[in-house]
Every structure is written in structure tokens, then in C-alpha cells.
């Protein structure tokens, strides 16, 4: 509303009271079975009213002008504060909301992540316990395959040795002693070639 507005409202304002109270300042002589109207008596009064109306309405015109125009402003005021504290609500779920869709995808990108991992993780360790098996059977056979090398090597030297006390006790026993000593030569010949 523009103050011209205000102040000429508010001449109508007081025009429509001065007619609503007319027929009261008309009677206010007192009530008489005939009923004249003092027209000029009333007629000063209207002036009167209607001057002292004005008077008031002009000289306090800036200050109602002025009241109902910080009245405006604060309204505007009120209403761009309240437009702005919108505009930031807004904007602020706005960014709540994006974070929230940011923060979903990125959950269910961290749980996929996870289950990638695990499952990495999974068949490393299965892959490690497979090839760890296959040393430790490698290692055992090697083993085995050594200790039964050994034992046959132990079992040859003992064979050798007692075939040789056995050949030795009989050729001992049947044979010469230079007979006996090339036949004894002639077997570690043997022997030493075959090693």
C-alpha cells in the first residue's frame, strides 16, 4: 500500500463516522415531542468535526504516513527474511539430501567392496593352504624318498659286510691263504667300482 492510499482510507474513515454520528449530535438537545432539528447548530457542529478531522488527519499525516510505511518496510522485511531463511532450507535439504544418496551409494559401494575383498581373501588363503599342502607333500616324499635311500644304503653296507664275513668265514675255512688274499682283492675291486 502507498501512504496516499493510507491517508485518503483514513479521511474516508472519519467521513463515514461523522455520518454514523449525525443523527446522535442531532438529538443531543434533548427529546421533545416535536422534533426540530437545529440544523445550523448541527451544521456548525459537522464543521467543526470535519475541520478538527482534517486538522488532525494533516498534521499527523507524515507520522501516520510514516507508521503504516515502517509497517510496510517491516512486512517486506519480514517477508524477504522469511523468503531467504527458505531459500536456505532449501538449499540445505537439498544438500542433505545429496549427501544422504552419496553416503547410500557409498555404503553399498563399501559393502561390495568388502565382499570383493573377501572373497580375494577367501581364495588366497585357499590358494596358500593348497600350495603350502603340496610343499609339505613335496617335503614329505623327498623325506621318504631319503630316509628309504638311507636305509637301503644301511641294509647294502650291512648285507656287504656280512656277505663279506660270510665269504670269508667259508673261502677261510676252503681256500688257500694266497687264494684267499686275491679273492679278497679281487671283491673290494669290485666293490669300489661299483661305488
Same mark, same amino acid.
Not at 1 to 7: A, L, T
Given at each position: 500500500?502507498? *501512504?496516499?492510499?493510507? #491517508?485518503l482510507?483514513?479521511?474516508? /474513515?472519519?467521513?463515514?463516522l %461523522?455520518?454514523?454520528?449525525?443523527?446522535?449530535?442531532?438529538? !443531543?438537545?434533548?427529546?421533545?415531542?416535536?422534533?426540530?432539528? *437545529?440544523?445550523?447548530?448541527?451544521?456548525?457542529? #459537522?464543521? @467543526?468535526? +470535519?475541520?478538527? =478531522?482534517?486538522?488532525?488527519?494533516?498534521? +499527523?499525516?507524515? $507520522?501516520?504516513?510514516?507508521?503504516?510505511? !515502517?509497517?510496510?518496510?517491516?512486512?517486506?522485511d519480514?517477508? @524477504?527474511?522469511?523468503?531467504?531463511?527458505?531459500?536456505?532450507?532449501?538449499k540445505?535439504? /537439498?544438500?542433505?539430501? $545429496?549427501? =544422504?544418496?552419496?553416503?547410500?551409494?557409498?555404503?553399498?559401494?563399501?559393502?561390495? +567392496?568388502?565382499?570383493?575383498?573377501?572373497?580375494?581373501?577367501?581364495?588366497?588363503?585357499?590358494?596358500?593352504?593348497q600350495?603350502? %599342502?603340496?610343499?609339505?607333500?613335496?617335503?614329505?616324499?623327498?623325506?621318504?624318498?631319503?630316509?628309504?635311500?638311507?636305509?637301503?644304503?644301511?641294509?647294502?653296507?650291512?648285507? =656287504?659286510?656280512?656277505?663279506?664275513?660270510?665269504?670269508? $668265514?667259508?673261502?677261510? $675255512?676252503?681256500? @688257500?691263504? /694266497?687264494?684267499?688274499?686275491?679273492?679278497?682283492?679281487?671283491?673290494?675291486?669290485?666293490?669300489?667300482?661299483? @661305488?
Open positions: 500500500m502507498k *501512504p496516499k492510499r493510507v #491517508v482510507g483514513l479521511h474516508m /474513515t472519519l467521513f463515514a %461523522t455520518l454514523l454520528t449525525l443523527p446522535e449530535f442531532a438529538l !443531543s438537545e434533548g427529546y421533545s415531542a416535536e422534533v426540530e432539528v *437545529p440544523w445550523s447548530k448541527v451544521t456548525a457542529q #459537522v464543521v @467543526n468535526l +470535519t475541520i478538527f =478531522l482534517t486538522l488532525v488527519a494533516f498534521l +499527523t499525516r507524515k $507520522q501516520i504516513a510514516g507508521y503504516f510505511r !515502517s509497517r510496510y518496510e517491516s512486512y517486506h519480514l517477508v @524477504n527474511r522469511a523468503e531467504q531463511s527458505r531459500q536456505e532450507a532449501e540445505v535439504r /537439498t544438500e542433505i539430501h $545429496q549427501r =544422504l544418496e552419496r553416503l547410500e551409494a557409498s555404503a553399498q559401494e563399501s559393502i561390495e +567392496t568388502a565382499r570383493k575383498e573377501a572373497k580375494e581373501l577367501s581364495q588366497k588363503i585357499e590358494q596358500e593352504a600350495d603350502l %599342502t603340496a610343499k609339505l607333500r613335496a617335503e614329505a616324499e623327498k623325506s621318504a624318498f631319503f630316509e628309504l635311500e638311507r636305509a637301503k644304503s644301511e641294509l647294502r653296507e650291512e648285507l =656287504l659286510e656280512l656277505s663279506l664275513q660270510a665269504a670269508q $668265514q667259508v673261502l677261510s $675255512q676252503s681256500i @688257500n691263504g /694266497t687264494e684267499q688274499k686275491r679273492l679278497q682283492d679281487e671283491f673290494v675291486n669290485k666293490i669300489q667300482a661299483v @661305488n
